[in-house]
Antibody, heavy 117, light 108 residues
Framework: QVQLQESGPGLVKPSETLSLTCTVS????????WSWIRQSPGKGLEWIGY???????NYNPSFTSRLTISLDRPKNQFTLKLRSVTAADAAIYFC???????????WGQGSLVTVSS | SYVLTQPPSVSVAPGQTATLTCGGD??????VNWYQQKPGQAPVVVIY???ERPSGVPERFSGFNVRDPATLTISGVEAGDEADYYC???????????FGSGTKLIVL
């Protein structure tokens, strides 16, 4: 059974770059989509973007100008980089497998990111 | 962009049936997924493609999507069903994944 695990700093300073990595184990990267989803404190889920196993990406328009999602196939990892963060970017960040682009069938446990100087 | 509307909360007594709704423009033309999220945990899909149930999800969970709104029905509600439930669709025109605002199911 595939497992996903987020990793990265739990604290980021305002205006800096938030970087998280999701490591996939127990299953292949292909032929899936791999997404990042976040949840602000006490709020709902917000899809951030995906990277396809081919490296093709698609982003939520709300993040396009400051977002990069990339894939490292040899390492079975994909990475989120969100630039110029503000307090509004504080959230739990989940990585998830996007099964055939239809639904999210596997999720990481989530990584809490705080934005503070 | 496409908006999914869910009521903030639904209350139901144990053993009764809970019906959660998810409204959206022409939602019947989309495939709706439903996720259950308990406090401190990641979401888990309970219904996908309108009415398909992943293995391990009790038959008490069912989904229906022919016209607005789409519905998730939980029959014989148990205390353990208390959670937040999110609907989600794929917006084909932009290839975005859209979530509803979520409904907190309260078991009285």
């Amino acid at each position: 059974q595939v497992q996903l695990q987020e990793s990265g700093p739990g604290l980021v300073k305002p205006s800096e770059t938030l970087s998280l990595t999701c490591t996939v184990s127990g299953g292949p990267i292909q032929p899936y989509y791999w997404s990042w989803i976040r949840q602000s404190p006490g709020k709902g889920l917000e899809w951030i973007g995906y990277v396809y196993y081919t490296g093709v990406v698609n982003y939520n328009p709300s993040f396009t100008s400051r977002l990069t999602i990339s894939l490292d196939r040899p390492k079975n990892q994909f990475t989120l980089k969100l630039r110029s963060v503000t307090a509004a970017d504080a959230a739990i960040y989940f990585c998830a497998r996007d099964y055939r682009g239809e639904y999210f069938d596997s999720w990481g446990q989530g990584s809490l990111v705080t934005v503070s100087s | 962009s496409y908006v999914l509307t869910q009521p903030p909360s639904v209350s139901v007594a144990p053993g009764q049936t809970a019906t959660l709704t998810c409204g959206g423009d022409n939602i019947g033309s989309k495939r709706v997924n439903w996720y259950q999220q308990k406090p401190g945990q990641a979401p888990v899909v309970v219904i996908y493609n309108d009415g398909e149930r992943p293995s391990g999800v009790p038959e008490r969970f069912s989904g229906f999507n022919v016209r607005d709104p789409a519905t998730l029905t939980i029959s014989g509600v148990e205390a353990g069903d208390e959670a937040d439930y999110y609907c989600q669709v794929w917006q084909s025109s932009t290839d975005e994944r859209i979530f509803g605002s979520g409904t907190k199911l309260i078991v009285l």
